[in-house]
């Protein structure tokens, strides 16, 4: 859990952010950066600092899909 205010706030706003996702052909592809900078900073959370939390958090999201793929046996 994130100890920073500011990152706890990002991962309270998580449900939100993880539907401003970017789709390929193979499926999920990463955040909307835009559009999460945008809906964290109508929340308060300064764009400075989101920023810099963002890209762990789609590095993160993109792991978890990595390994439901691997546990489904789907590509």
Excluded: K, N
């Excluded at 539907?19 to 764009?47: K, M, N, W």
């Excluded at 993109?62 to 789907?74: F, K, L, P, S, Y």
């Amino acid at each position: 859990m994130p100890r920073s205010v500011e990152g706890r706030a990002v991962a309270a706003l998580g449900h939100q952010i993880l539907h401003q996702r970017r789709i390929g052909a193979r499926g999920y592809v990463g955040l909307d950066f835009s559009a999460c900078l945008a809906l964290l900073e109508g929340q308060g959370i300064p764009t400075e600092i989101a920023a810099l939390l963002l890209p762990h958090w789609e590095a993160g999201l993109i792991e978890a899909g990595v390994r439901m793929q691997d546990q489904d046996g789907t590509e």
